[in-house]
């Protein structure tokens, strides 16, 4: 079993489920993990049980996010990864779709990911070491009909990734695009019982961001897809 | 050889490459054309050659966006063509890169190409007839190093040209991504002597538009690629 | 409209449906066309009506294909457009399907496409001209369940194309991969009344070949896909 | 850390690199292993290490290939992960190529697959439970020049995994094409000095391979690609 080669970690766009996971999976590693969202009340849970750090930010304003990695390196050092969970949403057909939530969509999509990106990376290449994971999702390889803002967001996202892999990846930086394909296990949205596991733990998916951030560099991963066994594709 | 079945044209983000040699052809097939751009000074040349209406418009804004479709709707009817031809591109390291600089670039290249389609397909819709074009580039395909806002942009328009052709050719609505790969030709950017046809002449993209116009809805296609036959990919 | 670069065609896996309108096409551009098929009878409606020379061929026989190759240059020249568009088909579980006929699909398919590619760049090479055009399914992109050998046949086929395409379009032959998604109509499979035009009309994917053959060298597409307009993907 | 789900393990086409270091992960975690390859002396200091029966195989042939799935039922159990790494590759401009080895090359490379993932399926669909790995490479994503037959096999290999992880998946078998890009480092192929773990760690794939068979049912990944940091693609 390889070691965890970086030191702390940082989570854009936290909440209850696969930032959730990945934050006790990362403190269990032993990393001091900030985790920050809009609305950090909601993260109190977390915060009582793992001692991961809150911190208030809007992705899509990048005064914020870099003032989020300066107040994160101040209080657990220069982050060694960063991981990117935002997204925003509207649906429908693109006739109705009001323009300004399209903006603020893909703000929080795919703006707020460049942002934290170009945060990190900044603090990371000097370092010459550390790891951006991205999340994604199947709008980012497949536009669905009446999502077009998702799939916009989704795909400027795998975008990023991919040309931020190649730029950063030969300075020690490891960015990576995990495509996230189905619904994500909740509370209030159990598995049916006749059909268990067909949505994703996310304990299951955050092992499989903790397998990204273990990769050799001689053997680095971009992108990975994850869905549950009976998810049609 | 197919009729085209539509009666007239709105090109966004004209210049004097690909939207230049477009226009003349669809003037050529006997169609009105409107060609819209941030400055249209530019485009004194081509409209006094072939007789096209020019507007301004700012293609990142929403309200330019959509009192252009009403502009030319009562210039020339209803369009039955848009073609959406702006981007916006800024290159360099992420890390020395300006964040408001790339969010305009995404404005431009993304945005408003959503602002276009949303625009056109509330015209489109009821008459069930219409086609959009989109103008891609290999940075929608393939996101390169140093070059993260035009990868952002030009995925996030591959994701809207796919969720739209999803969406609206069951409507009627044709709707099309052309993968432009390689430098366009231009009189200041002629080809070097002894590698004949190693840019793309824009008559020559503009013929691929064409024949995607004219296409049997029995048999529409979604993307197209176009590159010099020795440039390597 | 661009002229037919082209003087002559070849056609292998003739029969009545894309084969039969594209024969009809290019012979309505002055081409003189061989169809080539295992079985040439069912062929005679096609040559009466169109005078094109019908020869018999197994395509999965490198041997044949070379002939069938050598024949066409004897009748109406050394062949400058060469259409590959036979293929194998076995459908069941993976557990339930014969290794021998899996491997006679992707012999005809996959290799048979080869051998064409082969014979023809030996012929287009040395005058520099010419183009090889691969019809593709959606099978080529997406693997689908309980079809492994005919994924396993058209991707094979796409994985010709890409690089048949990178090595021969310097040398100035033209090739391209079209991807049929979707039923061809045929006498015995008319559209049903209230869907009309939901199968691929031969006539207009015969069109697309044709627009590719006249497509200029600056700007060649080497992809394509043709869906009708209310097809799901 | 979850655990290895699986008991035993099969591995086609063996060698001294990805196979060898894999034997050895599986080793440490309890499994037994049985390896095969067309010629088994070359693999005599690989069991001599692990322990790992050696069996003899031509994997293009499907007799052979069943045979070896019963024989290593008759000597470990009913393989749970079957490994298929072998591939067949000849280079060169079309026209030089000898179709009989290009029909050799593809037999290897996809038909081979399909043989081992039809006698593996055949044995863990009654099970409910297994896993599939196949050795993908980057020609299966992109078809270079001069290298069409590794291509056309490559892409094929990438349409079987694709079709049987849709088929499989919901039987309980994890079907995974792992993309290695770039050089396997080997004693003759070591790194240049001035450019550390620029080829791939064989033993750091071998890892990827182990996460991916340690991924629980409810986020199984179907594609991953591997690549040195240093490596431009």
Request: hydrophobic share 45%; net charge neutral.
């Amino acid at each position: 079993m390889t070691e965890m080669p970086y030191r702390n970690a940082l989570i854009i766009g936290a909440g209850s489920g696969i930032s959730g996971s990945l934050t006790r999976l990362l403190r269990d590693a032993g990393l001091p993990v900030v985790i920050a969202a809009r609305n950090i009340d909601k993260l109190k849970p977390l915060v009582d049980e793992t001692g991961a750090i809150a911190l208030t930010v809007d992705a899509a304003d990048p005064a914020q996010v870099e003032r989020l990695l300066a107040e994160t390196e101040a209080r657990i050092g220069a982050p060694e990864i960063v991981v990117y969970n935002a997204s925003g949403r509207v649906r429908g057909p693109i006739a109705e779709l009001d323009p300004a939530e399209v903006g603020k969509a893909l703000g929080v999509t795919a703006l707020g990911a460049f942002y934290a990106v170009q945060a990190a990376a900044k603090r990371m290449t000097p370092a010459g070491k550390g790891a951006i994971l991205l999340t994604g999702a199947t709008a980012g390889i497949k536009g669905f009909a009446l999502s077009a803002p998702f799939a916009m967001g989704k795909f400027a996202l795998r975008g990023l990734a991919q040309s931020a892999a190649r730029e950063l990846a030969p300075k020690g930086i490891h960015v990576a695009h995990i495509v996230v394909d189905g619904g994500v296990r909740a509370e209030h949205r159990p598995d049916p019982v006749d059909k268990p596991d067909s949505t994703l733990d996310p304990d299951a998916i955050a092992q499989t961001y903790l397998d990204l951030l273990r990769q050799h560099r001689s053997a680095w991963s971009w992108e990975i897809e994850v869905r549950p066994w009976v998810e049609t594709f």
